[in-house]
């Protein structure tokens, strides 16, 4: 069996990076260099230094995202704000259906109840942490004329202003792990785990691995344990695992936790996102977040949600 795996891995690779790849960068190579290979990761040849311009170049975890924009989905919602001793503070709990109806998407509610303070007065929502959700999962109006293609400008916070801006920010910090981040103040280039001054930081690997049975490549990163506060101030990712599917290069599964502390804002979030194949398309079908936010001029939030995604069509 990994006889025949490591003779698929090869011929996948030599389809991959055969295609008029660039020139590695001599920043390329050193940080190929620097990468931790399981025993059939050397086996199979794989050239480091192209798979992880491909890593560094994704945009198929946001995609995936967006790809629920142009399907019908039902998803069972859980969100939970808590107080600094776990106790619970306001909860929503629904069951939702997207349904689409020629180029336009609109909202079902077929499930709900919540607790608490989750919704203000007006019937808004009360914490930053629902309307984030509320901006991936929900739709109040109808909605029409969205695709699910990926442009430089999907993932910019430009002309945004107040909660909307922060909001934009707080999706490329979710979507974009690991890779530099404009128009965040103080943390953007943090973000890069690729940038040379921040990946001697780093302990990366590759290995093999399966997702819903299909080959993977395991991508991972981690913070080395040693390291002074000073440059424990350069980062922004504590740690992160990453599949790539082996045939297509498509992100399967992605876990990973990151933390800050910038004075006007400080975090600490961890976010785990499982993908399925339905036709073409990839889509998340899990997704679990727990994040402490304390933003200046706003109330700390300590929440955490779950989303599953079912009846794709």
Request: hydrophobic fraction near 35%; charge should be positive.
């Amino acid at each position: 069996m990994r006889l025949y795996f490591l003779i698929l891995l090869g011929c996948l690779n030599t389809q991959l990076w055969s295609q008029s790849a660039p020139v590695d960068s001599l920043d390329q190579i050193r940080l190929a260099q620097s990468i931790r290979l399981s025993e059939v990761i050397i086996d199979s040849r794989l050239n480091v230094a192209r798979f992880m311009e491909q890593v560094k170049n994704d945009t198929s975890f946001y995609k995936a995202f967006k790809n629920l924009r142009v399907l019908q989905f039902t998803s069972s919602n859980d969100i939970v704000m808590r107080d600094k001793r776990g106790g619970v503070l306001a909860r929503l709990q629904s069951k939702t259906r997207q349904v689409r109806t020629g180029n336009c998407r609109s909202m079902q509610v077929l499930e709900e109840r919540s607790s608490g303070d989750f919704y203000d007065r007006r019937g808004d929502y009360n914490y930053y942490t629902a309307e984030l959700y509320a901006s991936l999962f929900f739709t109040k109006e109808m909605v029409c004329g969205e695709t699910n293609s990926i442009r430089a400008k999907n993932f910019s916070a430009r002309g945004r202003s107040g909660v909307d801006k922060h909001k934009e920010q707080l999706k490329m910090l979710l979507f974009r792990p690991g890779q530099r981040i404009q128009g965040v103040p103080l943390l953007g280039d943090k973000m890069d785990i690729f940038d040379p001054e921040r990946a001697d930081l780093y302990d990366l690997s590759i290995d093999y691995a399966e997702h819903r049975g299909e080959s993977c490549y395991l991508f991972s990163v981690a913070a080395k344990k040693e390291l002074t506060s000073s440059q424990r101030d350069k980062l922004v990712i504590d740690n992160m695992d990453t599949w790539f599917s082996v045939r297509t290069m498509e992100v399967l599964k992605r876990t990973y936790s990151m933390s800050y502390n910038a004075g006007v804002y400080e975090f600490n979030v961890s976010m785990e996102a499982e993908m399925a194949r339905y036709g073409s398309l990839v889509v998340p079908v899990l997704l679990r977040y727990v994040g402490d936010w304390d933003l200046v001029l706003k109330k700390r939030e300590r929440g955490l949600f779950t989303a599953t995604i079912y009846d794709l069509n």
